[in-house]
């Protein structure tokens, strides 16, 4: 089988309900900074609704994923790592929309960013949801969630690599689940969150992710 270094994004998604299944095949790009292994790309007035994206990996990219107005979809089952950046960022700000997704069942690891990275500064990127996540080897972060509300984490396993956080919120956010706490939660930037209150002793008994140090 031939294989075929992206040299620009991988895959586009400009509609709704699409679904790409890569079928256990891998998007490979070429180290450039610049490009995406999967974009997709809604505006602030044509926001992308119900699209699924699963089954692969994704590799080699600025970042593996950019999810830029996305509504109600879900990333799943994917492989995302030795991004130059991100490994997935969902954007909603500058007021758009990026609510209601679903990120589950996904490894990863070894970019040189934020494992995911949310952020809706002056727009939304509310009520998303990242379950079963093994985040491990990220650089920078491996969750960042800047000015977004309602956002629940719950059993992923974070593996820290460096000295930067396992979790970075600021805003709303909800972090529990089934998990064990494998180090300090002082380390995490977590505050102002919706109930249950996530100060650093609450953490530990009630929001129990699995964070690990490298």
């Given at each position: 089988?031939?294989?075929?270094?992206?040299?620009?994004?991988?895959?586009?998604?400009?509609?709704?309900?699409?679904?790409?299944?890569?079928?256990?095949?891998?998007?490979?790009?070429?180290?450039?900074?610049?490009?995406?292994?999967?974009?997709?790309?809604?505006?602030?007035?044509?926001?992308?609704?119900?699209?699924m994206?699963?089954?692969g990996?994704?590799?080699?990219?600025?970042a593996?994923?950019?999810?830029?107005?996305?509504?109600?979809?879900?990333?799943?089952?994917?492989?995302?790592?030795?991004?130059?950046?991100?490994?997935?960022?969902?954007?909603?700000g500058?007021?758009?929309?990026?609510?209601?997704?679903?990120?589950?069942?996904?490894t990863?690891?070894?970019?040189?960013g934020?494992?995911?990275?949310?952020?809706?500064?002056?727009?939304?990127?509310?009520?998303?949801?990242?379950?079963?996540?093994?985040?491990?080897?990220?650089?920078?972060r491996?969750?960042?969630?800047?000015?977004?509300?309602?956002?629940?984490?719950?059993?992923?396993?974070?593996?820290?690599?460096g000295?930067?956080?396992?979790?970075?919120?600021?805003?709303?956010?909800?972090?529990?689940?089934?998990?064990?706490?494998?180090?300090?939660?002082?380390?995490?930037?977590?505050?102002?969150n919706?109930?249950?209150?996530m100060?650093?002793?609450?953490?530990?008994?009630?929001?129990?992710?699995?964070?690990?140090?490298?």
């Open positions: 089988m031939r294989r075929t270094i992206c040299t620009e994004d991988g895959i586009l998604i400009e509609s709704s309900g699409v679904t790409v299944d890569l079928m256990g095949f891998s998007v490979t790009g070429d180290g450039g900074d610049v490009d995406y292994g999967i974009e997709v790309i809604g505006s602030t007035n044509a926001v992308i609704d119900r699209v994206i699963k089954g990996t994704i590799n080699g990219f600025g593996g994923l950019y999810c830029k107005y996305m509504n109600n979809s879900r990333i799943k089952d994917l492989v995302i790592s030795g991004n130059i950046d991100d490994g997935i960022y969902l954007f909603g500058s007021s758009g929309q990026c609510n209601g997704n679903t990120v589950a069942n996904c990863i690891g070894n970019n040189t934020r494992g995911i990275d949310l952020v809706g500064t002056q727009g939304q990127c509310d009520g998303n949801t990242f379950h079963g996540n093994s985040i491990k080897g990220n650089v920078y491996g969750i960042a969630i800047y000015y977004a509300d309602g956002n629940r984490v719950e059993a992923n396993t974070i593996v820290r690599l000295v930067q956080r396992g979790i970075s919120e600021r805003k709303a956010c909800e972090v529990m689940g089934f998990n064990r706490s494998r180090y300090s939660w002082s380390l995490m930037s977590i505050r102002e919706a109930w249950p209150y100060s650093t002793e609450r953490s530990i008994r009630r929001a129990l992710n699995e964070l690990w140090r490298k």
